[in-house]
């Protein structure tokens, strides 16, 4: 991106992004903060993924110059129109040009941040679901998944006030439907909360369904993390109505709370000794900001219910997985697929670890 438009004009694009950078929503990616490579590619993996990715980034390379090009005219009328605004208001209805000009300048800036933002989430999106459904398809047979999980079945978190589903993908796998989304929510909702970024709890969300045949009595079991914050540690009985079951596993127990709806089974021993999978692949700090190595991070959190088994992950708020570069950069291939198909990898291991738990008629 060069520093003048077209006409010769500075780029207010170009500009902006020189000071603002990329405008995240709240809890997830840092695309300024490149993540490690954990995973790599065969030779004819990356040869069969360029190939196949090629064309379509070309085209949509072309679509991002285009977007470009029509966000520089909009923010150029925005910016216009709200420093006319500020102006006119201070100068004009209260007289004074000290007011005026303090006024114009917050309109243009207040413009600049809401357009730009605002700008940033159509490419952002388009470029993540062209890369995920090409590399997820070739390396695991999953494909993009627009629908988002009913997060309020689980009987699990706290009251939600906001979800965000930063990715989803689906497929089948060992006679299950699978899907894996990384999923961010703000709690709260009828106290006047709002949100704000970077509040609130991600999780990598691993779900599996299976044919299963009806119970006498429905049942669901939540379970949580003894070293969960306290408002996860207590939602399924203070916000869901749970009972407590222990399993008289002492050191299962120490690790983790289980509750239960009326009539649900008891956990068996192999169910209970397949969480070290799960854990295995726990990989966010207690505070939740950071990454640390695998099997460090908090315990994961399990739903199961009758053909039904979801397990969550909690995940590093601003880890930088599965970002594409900003609309004024190009997407470049050679860069992109791998960091792609690295951050698959962890998830695909997040998958295989659900799949180990031995989930009743799956079993």
Not at 80 to 101: E, T
Not at 153 to 182: E, N
Not at 186 to 207: D, L, M, P, W, Y
């Amino acid at each position: 991106m060069t520093e003048r438009s077209g006409s010769g004009a500075i780029s207010i694009v170009d500009l902006v992004s020189r000071y603002l950078g990329p405008v995240r929503e709240a809890q997830f990616g840092q695309p300024d903060a490149p993540r490690p490579v954990v995973a790599t590619l065969s030779r004819a993996q990356t040869e069969a993924l360029e190939a196949r990715l090629s064309p379509a980034l070309a085209r949509h390379e072309e679509a991002r110059r285009a977007f470009v090009a029509e966000t520089e005219k909009r923010l150029r009328l925005g910016v216009a129109g709200a420093g006319a605004a500020g102006l006119l208001l201070g100068w004009g209805a209260m007289g004074s040009l000290p007011v005026g000009l303090a006024l114009m300048a917050g309109g243009v800036g207040f413009a600049l941040l809401l357009m730009f933002g605002e700008a940033q989430k159509k490419p952002r999106t388009e470029a993540r679901a062209l890369l995920l459904d090409a590399i997820a398809g070739e390396l695991m047979g999953f494909r993009c998944d627009s629908d988002a999980p009913d997060a309020t079945r689980w009987k699990l978190l706290p009251r939600i006030f906001a979800q965000r589903v930063d990715m989803r993908i689906s497929g089948q796998r060992d006679g299950c439907k699978v899907a894996a989304s990384r999923i961010g929510f703000t709690f709260g909702g009828r106290n006047g909360n709002t949100e704000s970024s970077g509040k609130g709890t991600a999780f990598t969300v691993v779900e599996l369904e299976w044919p299963a045949s009806v119970p006498e009595v429905p049942f669901i079991t939540a379970i949580t993390g003894t070293d969960a914050p306290p408002a996860l540690q207590y939602a399924p009985a203070q916000t869901h109505g749970l009972q407590p079951q222990p399993t008289g596993d002492a050191a299962f127990d120490a690790r983790y709370s289980v509750f239960a709806s009326p009539g649900a089974p008891l956990l068996p021993p192999a169910f209970r000794a397949a969480f070290a999978a799960l854990e295995a692949e726990a990989r966010c700090a207690t505070h939740g900001m950071a990454e640390v190595a695998p099997g460090q991070g908090l315990r994961p959190s399990v739903v199961l219910m009758p053909g039904y088994c979801a397990v969550l992950t909690p995940l590093a708020k601003f880890d930088g997985a599965f970002e594409p570069p900003p609309f004024w950069k190009p997407l470049e291939g050679a860069a992109l697929i791998p960091a792609f198909a690295s951050d698959l990898a962890i998830v695909n291991r997040h998958v295989n670890a659900a799949l180990s738990l031995p989930t009743g008629e799956r079993a």
